[in-house]
């Protein structure tokens, strides 16, 4: 069975109490799936939406908020800085984030999220070009902006030819 936008909507009907959901790889989802597992299971604690189309985890809806979740792994994703403000505003109890090869990442975004979510402790940038190329490690640092608790993962940027840079 492949999943879709629609087998999502019936997760939310089905299994409000849904913790845990992993849809890596699933191709046929949109940011509208991705929004109506949001609305519909509220006690969601750990999404894994790696490598998905997505810009953003609520499908536009704005009055959708996921207070339980604490793992996201958005890994290789299309979310942007105007997704990652809507991580910050919706997402308060996040702990950890792994937005990892995620290209149209921005410090601004990074600075949003790291500053609003108090309870975040792990953050993963690998391969984020446009954080790293506007020097938003440097803006992170420096502006006050990581407390000694969080873990910061930047080890490297991988160039056109898949080689990493560190």
């Not at 704005?62 to 299309?78: E, F, M, P, W, Y």
């Amino acid at each position: 069975m492949w999943v879709n936008d629609t087998t999502l909507d019936n997760f939310g009907q089905v299994c409000p109490n849904l913790q845990f959901l992993g849809l890596s790889d699933c191709l046929r989802l949109n940011n509208l799936g991705i929004g109506e597992v949001s609305r519909g299971c509220p006690e969601i604690r750990q999404l894994n939406i790696d490598c998905l189309q997505v810009s953003d985890i609520f499908g536009g809806n704005s009055d959708i908020s996921v207070v339980n979740l604490k793992i996201l792994k958005a890994r290789g994703t299309q979310i942007n800085d105007k997704g990652m403000a809507m991580i910050e505003n919706r997402c308060r109890n996040l702990q950890y984030l792994d937005i990892g090869y995620c290209n149209k990442v921005t410090g601004k975004g990074v600075t949003e999220v790291v500053e609003n979510c108090a309870r975040l402790r792990d953050i993963n940038l690998i391969g984020c070009e446009k954080f790293v190329a506007a020097a938003g490690s440097r803006q992170l640092l420096f502006c006050g902006c990581l407390s000694s608790s969080i873990a910061v993962v930047l080890l490297g940027v991988a160039t056109s030819n898949g080689s990493c840079i560190y």
